[in-house]
């Protein structure tokens, strides 16, 4: 027998190894953990990633995903919208949401800035959020990024960026650890990562 996978398998360890956080060994068992199931659990799996590509929309006001647009945070009148949370990508807004603490709405970024992979303020949804800052009532800004170099640089930018009068600017303690990912955080140390947020 050869040591190669069939065209087919190694297809699909290719595009499965594309996905975030999957190494060529996780591709590989996912692979073969799908070719063992039976076809109506395939393409219940395809048909829910078609219907997530085709029918998913990015909120024109928070950038945020959603299925219709605007998102039903940023509609919602009994939000807090004066004070705006600007956070990376969409699963922060999850992890904040889990809380059941914070009442005001999201700004996300789609990313931090990152010089060593190419990505500038420019590639990010930066533009839209000093264009809310200048059309909506935002009293407060809490700078919810990534507690690691490009979530701090990311959140510095930010803040000399939209600082001005009137507005407090606040980055969330430290009560995540260095390094760590929002969306991985409990909502207890969410909670006081929000509580002992500090002006910026």
């Not at 595009?15 to 956080?21: D, F, I, Q, T, V």
């Not at 647009?69 to 807004?93: F, K, M, N, Q, Y």
């Not at 909506?136 to 690691?148: F, G, H, M, N, Q």
Request: proline share 6%; with cysteine; aromatic share 4%.
């Amino acid at each position: 027998m050869s040591g190669r996978f069939p065209e087919p398998v190694a297809r699909l360890i290719e595009e499965l190894g594309k996905l975030p956080g999957i190494g060529p060994k996780s591709a590989q068992r996912l692979a073969y953990h799908l070719l063992g199931q039976d076809p109506a659990s395939i393409r219940r799996l395809a048909d829910a990633l078609i219907a997530a590509q085709s029918h998913v929309v990015r909120c024109h006001i928070c950038q945020n995903v959603a299925d219709e647009d605007p998102c039903d945070i940023c509609s919602d009148p009994r939000r807090d919208h004066g004070t705006l949370i600007v956070v990376e990508d969409a699963r922060d807004v999850v992890a904040v949401e889990r809380t059941g603490e914070y009442r005001g709405v999201y700004h996300v970024l789609g990313g931090t800035i990152s010089p060593m992979e190419g990505i500038g303020p420019e590639e990010l949804h930066v533009r839209e959020l000093v264009q809310r800052l200048s059309s909506e009532p935002i009293r407060e800004v809490i700078l919810a990024t990534d507690p690691d170099v490009e979530g701090d640089a990311t959140a510095l930018y930010i803040a000399r960026l939209i600082r001005r009068e009137g507005l407090e600017v606040t980055r969330i303690a430290r009560g995540l650890p260095v390094g760590g990912d929002i969306d991985y955080a409990d909502e207890v140390t969410l909670v006081r990562a929000l509580e002992g947020r500090q002006a910026f």
